[in-house]
């Protein structure tokens, strides 16, 4: 079920994805939609890698190491 969200956005911004829409033949709302998907995905893959850049238990290896790991 999907639900109905409310947003203001800078005229520059809304022409732009009018421009998208018209240009790819979909409606606003599914560019909106595949903009939140990327967007929330990346931000997840964010918070990933600073969990782990800031985990103490978690090796940190050169990049000589890696290449040697990885027989380069």
Same mark, same amino acid.
């Given at each position: 079920?999907n639900?109905a969200?409310?947003?203001?956005?800078?005229k520059?911004l809304?022409?732009?994805?009018d421009?998208?829409?018209? !240009?790819?033949?979909?409606?606003?709302?599914?560019?909106? $939609?595949? =903009? +939140? !998907?990327s967007?929330?995905?990346?931000?997840?893959?964010? $918070?990933? =890698? +600073?969990?782990?850049l800031?985990?103490?238990?978690?090796?940190?290896f050169s990049?000589?190491?890696?290449r040697k790991?990885?027989?380069l």
């Open positions: 079920m639900t969200i409310s947003v203001r956005l800078p520059n809304a022409r732009q994805l421009s998208i829409a018209k !240009e790819t033949e979909r409606p606003r709302s599914f560019i909106i $939609q595949k =903009a +939140l !998907e967007y929330i995905e990346d931000f997840a893959d964010l $918070q990933i =890698a +600073l969990d782990r800031h985990d103490k238990r978690d090796d940190v990049d000589k190491e890696m790991s990885l027989g």
